[in-house]
């Protein structure tokens, strides 16, 4: 053995070889010394140079000199150098220890030189070196970097299998490949195996397991598990906090968002743009635009330069506040960083047409194609809303056939059915008996703007073409009187009447919703004749007469006229007709607050003479109206009544009941006690009428 003391004053190689050859004879052990010390100080060449005077002396290298010669090229990074001489070392049939082999992979590894490191474990496995812990920990990352996932997790089990427990840093790894994958199941076996042998875990495992609960939509594990992580003081770090912003506002707990990110503040680890803007998308999904420009304004003062994505949520705060000088500043900002996102220019549409800027609208897109901005269908639908609307027919149907020769929207239901319909001619009616079985929300939405679209540009054959085309469908008469009662909230009656009267002439009776809003408007303009006219086109239908005598009893109230409802009233029930338990209950309120009490107790006597089906709702407005009318006996009859046919009496039954009983303590008693024993949670109003009755009565109060 040399000892340091001696070697360690030796500074060049003359010195090193005059020592070494001067006081021992030449062997292959000698020359190794002389190579690990070179190696040990960086002089390759000399090394090199000392290997090449051993080959000449005679000295045949053995595993221990080639590995050390292997070792220095390792260490001070000649890869090049190394693998050349591996190969080398191969052809002499000299098998190395597996010290050398980690030397090798592991210098190799600190490169991110992945596949040179697999194609030595492969090649050292052939040579029937046996590996150790710090092997398969080298190999194993080199493995998941490569992204050979079946050959990771096959060594991995190896690993285990051999006795030898895996590090954390392994197990991280191996989460974070099958969190990329998408294999739940998998991250969280191994997670759990880890957690069984003690092991724990880094902030790196639990980012990527919170990152994969959070991907999954399980934000209650995602939660657990940074619980969890407090427990056992695993520091989180600002991707962790981040997450955990995002899943409480998936969760609609937007102060606990705010407050964690005002704890990362606290903490000093606020830096990353991504977490400014994880906490502007909670406060603008709780429809705070406010606070989401904070925050924005916050990371600017901050320094932190905004990126693309930043612009994207800077514009949906300017969007959702309809501050539209801002919102184009901001789009135009936007448009710097490159071509606008479809989502962005679909808000900014629909921004402008909320607004009412039609013609900005328009503009805008004409812009929009002059770029070339790319389509996805809901920007497409957005912008054939405005074609339609605007009965643009010759850019509505130049922008479909673009659509469906050029772009991938054309496997688009939306596509192909605005496609077809407008060539459907062409195409043949069975065809078209084949794609429109049943409409979809797509195929739905299709077929109003092409109804609108052509309603809109005055081309009513063609509009009618579309209608039959429509009513085809399973669920086509449905869409179409959707329709109608969409164009009267929009204030667009003229189409909603036209397409009314089309379905009407062919045969249709439009759905409840359509007639009741074409009533409903007539009502509030004081079109009482008009509104009755719709309703004798479709008044006859089983479907359509119930809740269509509740929107003429509610016309005629709001239009201030009782007697007309009241004579409605009586023609229907002529007719034998059934009005139900809504519209009577409207009716006899109406009557009521006219002081129409004869003609009221006319109503209530007809209801329970014809036994019509009547509800709680109904028996309580038929109390009101007695006790109003000062027919206490009537009201409680109509009580007893509801009770044997079997209506369950409500808190607003019973409080009726303990007013009508205001001048017989008694009575108001056992009703309030009735209430109770039948588990109707009173309210405030009730149990102050009956403290009032009692201090009227001059009695003490003494309730259970």
């Known amino acids: 053995m040399i000892k340091r003391s001696n070697t360690s004053i030796l500074t060049n190689r003359h010195q090193i070889r005059s020592f070494f050859l001067l006081t021992y ?77 980690n030397f090798m992979l592991s210098s190799l590894q600190k490169k991110s030189l992945h596949g040179n490191v697999t194609e030595l474990w492969k090649q050292m496995i052939d040579k029937g070196v046996v590996p150790n812990h710090f092997t398969y920990t080298v190999v194993i990352s080199s493995f998941v970097k490569e992204g050979l996932t079946e050959e990771a997790f096959k060594t991995f089990h190896e690993m285990k299998n051999l006795g030898l427990v895996p590090e954390e840093v392994t197990y991280s790894l191996l989460i974070s490949l099958s969190c990329k994958n998408g294999n739940q199941d998998e991250a969280l076996g191994l997670y759990e195996d880890m957690r069984s042998r003690g092991i724990v875990a880094s902030n790196y495992t639990c980012a990527s397991l919170i990152t994969l609960h959070y991907k999954s939509g399980d934000y209650s594990k995602a939660v657990s598990l940074f619980s969890e992580m407090e427990r056992k003081k695993i520091a989180a770090d600002e991707v962790i906090y981040g997450l955990l912003i995002r899943i409480y506002g998936k969760l609609g707990l937007y102060e606990d968002a705010q407050r964690t990110f005002e704890e990362i503040e606290k903490l000093g680890l606020l830096s990353v743009e991504k977490t400014y803007i994880a906490m502007a998308q909670v406060h603008l999904n709780s429809g705070d635009f406010e606070k989401a420009l904070s925050t924005m304004e916050q990371m600017r003062s901050r320094n932190i330069w905004y990126s693309r994505f930043s612009f994207i949520v800077l514009l949906q705060c300017y969007i959702m506040k309809e501050d539209l000088a801002s919102a184009e500043i901001t789009y135009h900002a936007l448009l710097k960083t490159g071509l606008p996102d479809t989502a962005s220019s679909n808000n900014m549409l629909k921004l402008y047409m909320r607004l009412g800027l039609t013609e900005k609208a328009r503009n805008f897109v004409i812009q929009m194609r002059k770029d070339k901005v790319e389509f996805d269908e809901e920007l497409l639908k957005t912008v054939m809303k405005i074609y339609c609307k605007e009965g643009m027919l010759g850019d509505a149907e130049l922008l479909i056939e673009e659509i469906s020769s050029s772009n991938n929207l054309f496997e688009s239901k939306f596509v192909q059915t605005f496609f077809m319909a407008m060539h459907e001619k062409s195409r043949g009616p069975s065809k078209v008996e084949d794609r429109l079985e049943h409409l979809d929300q797509p195929r739905a939405i299709a077929f109003e703007l092409m109804l609108i679209l052509y309603l809109a540009s005055g081309n009513y054959s063609k509009m009618e073409e579309i209608l039959k085309l429509l009513l085809e469908t399973a669920n086509g008469l449905s869409v179409a009187s959707q329709l109608v009662s969409k164009l009267i909230k929009e204030g667009d009656i003229s189409k909603a009447e036209h397409l009314y009267k089309l379905l009407v002439e062919l045969d249709c009776i439009p759905e409840y919703v359509a007639s009741s809003s074409l009533i409903r408007f007539y009502g509030k303009q004081q079109k009482l004749k008009q509104a009755l006219e719709v309703f004798e086109m479709v008044g006859n239908s089983p479907t359509n007469a119930k809740p269509l005598y509740s929107s003429m009893i509610d016309v005629y109230a709001k239009s201030g006229q009782p007697e007309a409802a009241y004579f409605f009233y009586r023609e229907q029930s002529k007719g034998g007709h059934d009005l139900g338990a809504v519209a009577i209950s409207m009716l006899v309120n109406t009557l009521i607050s006219s002081g129409k009490h004869r003609e009221a107790e006319d109503v209530i006597h007809s209801s329970f003479r014809d036994n019509m089906d009547l509800d709680t709702v109904a028996y309580n407005t038929f109390i009101k109206a007695m006790l109003e009318a000062g027919k206490l006996h009537c009201a409680s009859n109509i009580y007893e009544r509801m009770l044997s046919a079997g209506v369950p009496p409500s808190l607003q039954t019973y409080s009726i009941m303990i007013r009508q009983a205001s001048r017989n303590l008694d009575k108001a008693v056992e009703m309030f006690n009735k209430a109770r024993s039948m588990g109707v949670s009173l309210d405030e109003k009730a149990y102050s009428n009956l403290i009032c009755y009692y201090g009227k009565a001059g009695k003490d109060l003494s309730l259970p």
């Open 25 to 101: 004879r030449p062997s292959v052990i000698v020359y190794t010394i002389v190579l690990r010390i070179y190696g040990q100080i960086g002089k390759i060449k000399l090394a090199e140079h000392t290997f090449l005077e051993m080959l000449e002396a005679g000295c045949e290298p053995d595993e221990v000199a080639c590995g050390t010669m292997l070792c220095t090229y390792a260490r001070w990074g000649r890869h090049k150098a190394m693998l050349a001489f591996y190969s080398a070392v191969q052809e002499r049939g000299i098998v190395l220890s597996v010290a050398v082999f």
